[in-house]
């Protein structure tokens, strides 16, 4: 019996718990590709602790774990790193994922030959060496360099302003050329590939669908007709934008309309000072940092709220939403790349007041959150479940690796 051929996949953030959009939909594909078609050595920050924690999360993902030591990440010491960053030619978040551990453990397993290698995040090429060796395909969950023009755009100060100018310059040409450097880029949406080849010249592009988990994220209906939710990690500028503009902007609207209405954001590491200012304020807003099971706060809630200003990619939590049946309202950018029908499968606002109405629409309207509800869910369970996101993935991967050595099958054996 012929071995499988290795792919390596590099990621340089330890993958459980799979508590941030990228993390979950990195672990989704690699679930599916385990067992399939490659060997799947799966290279990132692992210590023994978390190892043992998570042994069954880290088993089902890959067939080997390649660790390697994760720098430490103190407040004052990454405070003087980005100050000092800021001179760099890279991007400030690509500096952050700089290790000399992991940039030697990829070298090492690069010397090993494997058939391809994946790069999870354009950030992670900051530790891959000059020349790859083998077939390479770039894993990008977003437009970096979009999110960035994005953040320059709603910036409030001068400061802030020149900043997001400053690194959205740095973080477009980084972008470009680490796309160039690769076989292949693999993006989360046809909206994605089609910038790419527009804006960066990448000829060998290709979209997986955006899958969530419809066993996992079973359905309830939305008979809360008060309760507003929001999940997503609360640790990421895009989100945290987000809540503050639907605090200050939106909800004074909705409860205006809806007295007895109440806001529930689920995600981790939500910012002291965001916490204390919207407390002092609104007392029918919670947050609750991180969570075992994102199911228990949203099943049953009136409407999930995607207010989104800022960001790149595709949204997860959309989809997980619908999955569990909670009625979505979201911005364009919010539900950006996703091919669902405004009015058919969630709500949309781009304005405070157009956001504000949509929500209290379902809140109001029980008949209208059940169709919205039931609709959305069967749309996802039909279309979008992870494991057809790993096919196209493994697919991609195939074909890259056919490309570079044509003499290799299209198909196992």
Known sequence: MTAKPTLLFVSTRFLFPADSGGKIRTSQILRGLKGGVFRVRLMMPCDDRRRERFAAEVDSVCDDLVPFEERPRGRLSQGLLRLVWLFRRVPIPVMSDWSRAAHDVICRELARRPAIVVFDFPHSAILKPEKIGCASVMFTHNIEAEIFRRHLEVAKTPLHRWLWKNQHRKMLRF???????????????????????????????????????????DYAEPRDDNQVVFCGSMDWMANIDGMQFF??????????????????VVGRTPPPSLV????????????????????????????????????????????????????????????????????????????????????????G????????????RRFVEQQFGFRK?????????RATLARRDPGVESRPA
């Open 276 to 363: 204390k200012s919207i407390a002092a304020r609104s007392p029918e807003w919670e947050f609750t940092g991180f969570v075992d099971d994102v199911r228990d706060h949203v099943a049953g809630a009136g409407v999930f709220v995607i207010p989104l200003r800022v960001g790149g990619g595709t949204r997860i939590k959309a989809f997980e939403a619908m999955a569990m049946g909670c009625p979505v309202v979201s911005t364009s950018i919010g539900i950006e790349g996703l091919p669902v029908e405004d009015g058919v499968h969630y709500l949309r606002g781009d304005t405070a007041e157009e956001l504000a109405g949509r929500v209290v629409e379902l809140l």
């Open 175 to 217: 972008e470009r050329d680490v796309l160039r450097a690769f076989d292949t880029t693999i993006a989360v949406s046809e909206r994605d590939c089609r910038f790419f080849a527009a804006e960066y010249g990448i000829e060998h592009c290709g979209a997986i669908p955006t899958g969530v988990d419809t066993e996992f994220f």
């Open 365 to 376: 309207d029980e008949r209208r959150r059940l169709a919205l509800s039931a609709s959305a």
């Open 247 to 264: 605090h200050d902007a939106v909800w004074p609207l909705v409860r205006e309309a809806r007295p007895g209405a109440r806001m529930k």
């Open 389 to 397: 996101a790993a096919v196209v993935f493994e697919d991609l991967c």
